[in-house]
């Protein structure tokens, strides 16, 4: 039985491939939610207040319509994929021009394969986990256990902190991981259940969270 998502998914990328501007518009209205998921864990914390996810969907709409003629001549990346990409450009590009250079964390720019993101920093991680595994009852307990898991992230390698952050707070597929990262999909999924192994054992020391922990 023939997949019918499949089928679209491939009518949309022949005309995106096409330079078809509406197309574009589809795919943006298609993938809107998973794209907001990217910008909410990636926003910087002193950008919150100036600038939200929706501004940061309309930057990068334009900027992908600016970029949808070089498409057809781009590898061979799935529409998401290459849509994620200019999100992330655009979010590095907000970052620069409202922070300032002299201001920029550049520990948030990794460059990996010639690919350049937002990396997933510790407090990124830290936050969802904890926002996720705990009740917002106690607002000093929470700043403590914050603080734990914070530290708890920093041993971790920002590499793996990453595929943990794709997997997880954007919920991008194995082989979407494999093709952002530019990695092989069975080396983005031995890195993955490595990653969680060891998150598991860093985070031992907060039991109410490793315990809580998603399975492999």
């Not at 998921?37 to 930057?59: H, K, M, N, S």
């Not at 997997?167 to 069975?186: C, D, M, W, Y």
Request: charged share 25%; hydrophobic share 40%.
């Amino acid at each position: 039985m023939t997949d019918v998502s499949s089928v679209g998914m491939e009518d949309l990328e022949r005309r995106l491939r096409g330079g078809d501007s509406q197309a574009l518009a589809e795919l943006f209205t298609r993938e809107r939610e998973r794209l907001w998921r990217v910008i909410q864990f990636r926003l910087a914390e002193p950008l919150r207040g100036r600038l939200g996810p929706e501004d940061v969907l309309q930057e990068a709409f334009l900027a992908a319509s600016q970029r949808l003629k070089h498409y057809a001549n781009s590898p061979a990346t799935t529409p998401f994929i290459w849509l994620r990409m200019i999100v992330n450009q655009t979010l590095i590009d907000l970052h620069r021009q409202h922070l300032g250079a002299q201001r920029r964390d550049a520990g948030r720019e990794v460059s990996l394969d010639g690919a350049t993101y937002t990396q997933a920093t510790s407090a990124s991680v830290a936050i969802q986990l904890v926002g996720i595994f705990t009740s917002p009852s106690g607002a000093a307990a929470r700043a403590d256990t914050l603080a734990l898991v914070k530290t708890a992230i920093e041993q971790m390698d920002p590499i793996d902190r990453e595929i943990l952050a794709l997997r997880h707070f954007e919920e991008l597929t194995n082989s979407e991981v494999a093709e952002a990262l530019g990695i092989e999909q069975k080396a983005a999924s031995i890195r993955y259940l490595r990653a969680l192994r060891r998150l598991k054992e860093i985070l031992a020391q907060v039991p109410d969270l490793s315990k809580e922990l998603p399975r492999g």
